[in-house]
């Protein structure tokens, strides 16, 4: 579904990703691995148009993302889950949940997908009415994930989706994600709680200073040594 090749990005004279090149098979539920400033936010926003390459190829379902404006990148059916979650805090819950699809044709199924998102995420219809700023952290991630549901994608990107949640919550987040993916959406996960992450993911890569160092099944990776020593905390 997703392949990237040969990918290299530059913040001005600072080469932040080295000729990374990776897949995302439809169905599947990757991982992405490493320190901070390894280089994951950056590849994720290359993916969804936030960033230009250097040079190097993403390629979506074989059509080429990296001159296609984000909004239309939306269109042919991936959508983000940033880092941080930006909700709208203003506006309700709902009207967040609908400015998800705004790039969407079929505006008649708003309303069962709305009814889908609130299966997923009860609390959400709970607080349809609430100002998005009023709830917690946790209910704001949730809210993000179902923002970007609402666009109808083939495959989600998720960048840390359980920074700064309790142990409880982290729980609750990662046991919809693979809600989300046994639905038929492909995940694309960057995850600083590694051991949760491998723990869901088919396949995963580790980054390090904007260099792909390991990649194999989750399971293989939460077995290998060197990423218990480096990630695992053992």
Do not use: C, W
């Not at 490493?34 to 379902?61: E, F």
């Amino acid at each position: 579904m997703l392949e990237i090749k040969d990918l290299r990005i530059s913040y001005g004279m600072i080469e932040a990703i080295k000729g990374i090149s990776f897949v995302v098979n439809d169905g599947e539920i990757i991982t992405l691995i490493g320190a901070n400033g390894a280089g994951k936010t950056t590849t994720m926003h290359a993916i969804s148009g936030l960033l230009k390459p250097v040079s190097g190829s993403i390629l979506l379902n074989g059509t080429e993302l990296t001159r296609i404006p984000p909004h239309r990148i939306v269109s042919l059916g991936l959508a983000q889950v940033p880092e941080g979650r930006r909700v709208f805090a203003e506006q309700t819950v709902e009207e967040n949940l609908v400015l998800g699809a705004y790039a969407r044709k079929d505006k008649e199924h708003l309303n069962e997908d709305l009814d889908s998102v609130f299966s997923l995420f009860p609390r959400l219809m709970e607080r349809r009415k609430q100002p998005s700023g009023t709830l917690s952290g946790g209910e704001q991630q949730m809210l993000a994930m179902g923002r970007a549901l609402m666009a109808k994608p083939s495959i989600l990107l998720l960048d840390e989706p359980s920074m700064g949640l309790s142990p409880l919550l982290v729980s609750e987040i990662f046991h919809i994600i693979e809600e989300i993916n046994k639905k038929g959406t492909t995940v694309l996960l960057v995850e600083q709680n590694a051991k949760r992450a491998l723990a869901i993911a088919d396949r995963a890569y580790v980054l390090e200073t904007g260099r792909i160092t390991l990649s194999g099944t989750g399971e293989e990776l939460a077995q290998d040594e060197r990423v218990k020593s480096a990630y695992l905390g053992g």
